[in-house]
């Protein structure tokens, strides 16, 4: 018996070796693209920042971003001409608003409402444009910190508002967080989830929101300690924080690419999904990453102790 269980196993053995192929895979050739990503938005003139693609399992660093990824002014010409006829060349310049710190920046084309904005990028011998709108701004009915979720505690809390959609028009909007406080300060809009949404479900009626940090962005976390760290990792509001809330009406092609690119930034590290482009509007399929603009407004809440301990928290108008 023992040798017919020996014989039984040699012969599995052999069947599974059997069975198994060497493969050759060649991988393609990777051809880098350019990645634009510009924007503007009412009362600010544009900002573009200009980058190569790198493949999937490239090593990032300080000196490889800058040298390697980094379009500079010295590589490339990019311009920005309103639907009124005004326009400007941006120059790259040190910008602490900026991703990167450096970017493309304008001065005299200011964004307005219910204007359209034409991007030209010179690049390589190839030139790229794309075109956005600006709607229309829009006030909030009202907005404070909530605390009523039974998952938040007396330090924790989110953003409510309540706002009215225009019911004689398709909306889009899209808000953003900066937090600052003793423990945590933003340096980058922090977007929330939804990354963008539509007036589908409310067209016409007043509904309330809620707002958190999500999507924060990881550029230096590295360079944190563990403690800020973990500050900067939170998704809630807390005692001492001074929040600034964008507001943003967009036009539609922009709600496709935040769209996509939130899908992405949330499942894209999972294994089993497929990889989901961001939508593009420029003009070739060369290039990646979006021209947008944004009707923005921006209000402040401050959330502090009165002199009982007790939390109270404000709005002021900006």
């Known amino acids: ?89 941006l120059f790259w310049q040190l910008n602490p608003e900026a991703p990167y710190y450096m970017a493309f920046m304008g001065r005299t084309v200011i964004g307005k409402e219910q204007t359209h904005y034409t991007l030209t990028v010179e690049y390589d011998g190839q030139t790229y444009t794309a075109e956005t709108y600006i709607p229309k701004t829009f006030d909030l009915d009202s907005i404070g910190f909530d605390q009523s979720s039974d998952l938040l505690n007396d330090t924790m809390a989110t953003i409510r508002v309540l706002m009215s959609d225009d019911p004689n028009e398709v909306n889009y909007y899209a808000f953003y967080t900066k937090v600052h406080s003793p423990k945590l300060t933003d340096r980058l809009w922090v977007c929330n989830l939804p990354v963008a949404f539509d007036d589908r479900t409310f067209n016409g009626l007043s509904f309330n929101y809620e707002i958190s940090r999500y999507g924060y962005s990881i550029l230096m976390r590295d360079m944190l300690s563990e403690e800020d760290r973990e500050n900067f990792r939170r998704i809630t509001f807390r005692p001492g924080d001074t929040v600034y809330v964008k507001h943003t009406q967009i036009d539609h092609h922009t709600y496709l690419y935040l769209l996509s690119a939130g899908t992405e930034a949330a499942f894209g590290s999972n294994p089993f999904t497929n990889p989901l482009p961001a939508v593009s509007n420029f003009n070739s399929d060369r290039v990646l990453g979006h021209w947008s603009g944004y009707a923005a407004k921006i209000d402040t809440l401050v959330w502090w102790y009165d002199e009982e301990l007790e939390v109270r928290n404000a709005r002021v108008r900006r």
């Open 1 to 89: 018996m023992k040798k017919q269980y020996i014989l039984i196993l040699l012969t599995a053995c052999l069947l599974i070796s059997a069975c198994q192929r060497e493969i050759d895979m060649k991988l393609p050739e990777y051809h880098p693209k350019l990645v634009i990503e510009g924007t503007i938005e009412t009362g600010s003139p544009a900002m573009v920042m200009l980058s190569k693609s790198v493949p999937y399992f490239s090593e990032i660093n300080l000196g490889t971003l800058m040298n390697d990824v980094l379009v500079n002014g010295s590589q490339a010409r990019v311009f920005v001409t309103s639907e009124t006829g005004e326009t400007e060349e």
